[in-house]
């Protein structure tokens, strides 16, 4: 599975960026797929998930109630709708895909800033 995120980029504190994951290789239906994020410093955390097949997720609680993750097997797609965000949401953001929490496929990150 190859995966690519994008829709990185500068905002303001408060505002809300969409992250997309395509994926390609073999369908990322087959796998849960998740976000994680690196900030400057830090070790790479967990932000969220999403199973296979029928839509649930996890969250980190730093995210929960702010973040959304989504995914179009269809479109082979995963997104991550992030609002309200803070400062402290700046890092760099990863899409993973894996099972039971193994995580063997990882994208090239995105880059997300929130000014204060």
């Known amino acids: 599975v190859q995966l690519q995120a994008s829709g990185g980029g500068l905002v303001q504190a408060g505002g809300s960026l969409r992250l997309s994951c395509a994926a390609s290789?073999?369908?990322?239906?087959?796998?849960?797929m998740g976000w994680f994020r690196q900030a400057p410093g830090k070790e790479r955390e967990f932000v969220g998930s999403?199973?296979?097949?029928?839509?649930?997720?996890w969250y980190a609680d730093s995210v929960k109630g702010r973040f959304t993750i989504s995914r179009d097997n269809a479109k082979n797609m995963v997104y991550l709708q992030m609002n309200s965000l803070k400062p402290e949401d700046t890092a760099v953001y990863y899409c993973a895909a894996g099972i039971n929490s193994i995580w063997p496929f990882w994208g090239q990150g995105t880059q997300v800033t929130v000014s204060s």
């Open positions: 999403i199973i296979t097949i029928g839509g649930r997720t």
């Open positions: 290789g073999r369908t990322s239906s087959d796998y849960h």
